[in-house]
């Protein structure tokens, strides 16, 4: 195969097998569903939601719980602090005797106010009903 | 004192008035804004011992942090404007529980004080950038925060539909500005003001194509935030939407700190006669247009707050006139100037609002008849707020655009300011319906005879400082003209 | 581009700003054109990955010294932080007003009028 834009081919033929074989699963298997299963007919009572043989209950907007929602988005915010905190572990090791307490200091500034976020998130229960 | 601790003490302050509410339940939420507008206080004071020494731009911290004497003005500036603010919103706090969806009353309202805080910092630091990031992530850090407190009373769904509005329009205006100053810095290679102003000089013109493109973004980005032509659309609904003390600080500190970067950004451009011609005759044409706009749509207005926000697109107008018109040399003060008029007049008109709005539970216009009679020194007072908006002589407004008319001429921009004035004609309609409203039109049944309107001991002494300041500065303009450098 | 050498052609910055431009269009229109607020919300946040993507590539082809030019990098933090705040700030805004109007589409949002 050579080279196709600068770059040798052959290395990455294992990952084309691996996109070729799981889209080719998938799509066998629906087929196969299509083809060889036997679609009955529907109707209206096929379609009701499964509630254990009972007649489904009244139907009702299901509540939001907002408690996934803080837990995500809190994970979101630390996390973003956490990726900055990978590349200034690794870039300043040549100006750690420089200038080491400006580089301490500055990111332990900036974690100090993710730590009055978090103790405020705390204060006001958005840590509680999710564990 | 180094100029850094402005910004750091404002915010270490925020921060400890966050952790007291949180962890204090007990207290009366008003004390914290109290102690709020203490801090901002001594900020104000702290400005005036800056150490001049590290005024100069080259002095900046890596190129990010410049306090020269424009970014000193506009600090104090701001910091007047959050004070204005957080005695709003200890005024309009009954309100603001109302409308919170909470168990415990008092819970959730506290915040309201910290978060001023933390965009007054944001729009200090938009004073002093002299760099592209440092714009972006102080204009970023302003936005995020009046996302939050434009959708504060969250059982309000006009509050949440403009904070819904304000967000998506909000993040598109952020995209541009961002793909704008990539382009910028691909072509460039910097993203520093000052240096970009001295490549610029000496370009070569086929960089001029991306030049154009990456600036033309950046302002598609700012002209959101200063509510220009083709970006004003959520103006209206924002700022009818959000809580009184809220769009009061979105028409003024906003619009003010986002004039600052403009005319940053205009000036690093300037060096280069070809580009800036061309920008500027683009700056013209979204200032005629946003005037014109701004202006024909207030007339039909019925609701005041509507109307004061399309009266604050056509105020844009006038300033980005005077940003047009940046070839004459004074047009940096004379925009200054009309900042400092409209901050005097719109926070006038926003505080009466608010207090009629408050005790009739609406904005619209009706509801302001019959003022006259019933509190004469309320009336007195707006009518002073809408004259001086409209730019009457003996207003501090009439001083404002006068300069702004008078290097727009200078620079011989004549088609706008032909544009202003007849802006100016409409204004003076839709200005003058309050009045009307206010002393010829006889109040509904059940308010002539329900009690007169409260205020608050320091929230009138407010209003009355504004009112004098107003006349004062409308016939003896040189205290605010030496303070602009 | 030349598509004669199209076997030995290299990605040059013009590729990588064309995907970029094409990517932001992409949002712009999914912001312009769709019902959904998150959806609307997505294209918001392609838009901004299409300009890291630019910021990306400028810093690769134009290098300053002896390596990529690293302010473009850095700027590139910022933005995805920004993004991340924004979009936290963004959903709880969409969150709450689903539970005032269990509505989920920007059409419903008509209560203020002209």
Known sequence: MGKWWGVMLEEYLPALVHVVVGIGFAVVALLTNFLLGRAGARSKAKDTPYECGMLPAIEEQPRF???????????????????????????????????GVLIFWSMMGFIGILLVAFLYALRKGAMEWSR | MNPILLEAVLVCYAFLLLLVEAFNSRMPRRYFGWAAVVGTTVVFFMTFFVDSSKMNPEAGYYGFYAADTLAILFKRFILLVSVCVLIMAIEFAPVLVRYLPVEKPDAGSGEMYSL???????????????????????VELVTITFYVMVAMMRGNRASLEAGIKFLILGAIATSLNVYGIAWIFGTLGTTELPEIGAILQSIDSSLFPSLLFGFGLIFAGISFKVAAFPFQFWVPDVYQGAPT?????????????????????????????????KILFMLSLVAGVTILMGNLSAIPQTNFKRLLA???????GYLLMGAASIVSGNSGPAIAYYLMAYLISNMLAFGVLLVVGKSTGSDELVHFNGLGKKSPWLATALT??????????????????FFIFSSALQAQQFILVGIGILGIGCGFYYYLK????????????????????????????????????????????EPIFNLIP | MDIANFAEASATLGHYLIVSGLLFG?????????????????????????????????????????????????????????????????????????????????????????
Not at chain 1, 74 to 96: G, N, Q, S, T
Not at chain 2, 116 to 138: D, E, K, P, T
Not at chain 2, 253 to 266: D, E, H, N, P, T
Not at chain 2, 384 to 401: C, E, H, Q, R
Request: hydrophobic share 60%.
């Open chain 2, 245 to 277: 003390p809220v769009t009061a600080f979105l028409s003024v500190g906003s619009k003010a700190s986002a004039f600052v970067v403009l005319m940053r950004v205009l000036e690093s451009m300037l060096s280069n006669s070809e580009l800036s011609s």
């Open chain 3, 26 to 114: 992409i949002g712009l229109m999914a912001v312009l054109l769709r019902r959904n607020i998150i959806i609307l919300f997505m294209g918001v946040e392609m838009m901004l990955n299409a300009a890291n993507l630019s910021l990306v590539a400028f810093s690769r082809f134009h290098p300053v010294g002896g390596g990529p030019a690293v302010d473009s990098q850095v700027f590139l933090f910022f933005i995805i932080t920004v993004a991340a705040a924004e979009v936290a700030i963004g959903l709880a805004i969409i969150v709450a007003l689903y539970r005032a109007k269990q509505t989920m589409h920007v059409e419903d949002l008509d209560s203020l009028r002209f």
């Open chain 2, 434 to 477: 309050v009045i009307r409203a206010m002393f010829w039109l006889p109040a509904s049944k059940e308010q002539s005879i329900s009690s007169p309107i409260e205020i608050s001991k320091p929230y009138a002494v407010m209003l009355i400082l504004l009112s004098i300041s107003l006349i004062i500065f409308g016939v003896y303009p």
């Open chain 2, 116 to 138: 001023v805080l933390f965009a007054c910092a944001g729009m200090m630091w938009m004073a002093s950038a002299q760099n592209f990031v440092m714009i972006f992530v102080s």
């Open chain 2, 310 to 316: 399309y009266s604050s697109i056509a105020h844009a």
């Open chain 2, 384 to 401: 002073l707020a809408v004259l001086s908006l409209a730019g009457l002589p003996f207003t501090v407004g009439f001083f404002g655009k």
């Open chain 1, 65 to 99: 719980s907002v408690k996934f929602y803080l837990v995500a988005m809190l994970f979101i915010l630390f996390d973003i602090e956490v990726v900055f905190m990978y590349p200034w572990a690794v870039v300043f090791r040549e100006y750690l005797e420089r200038e």
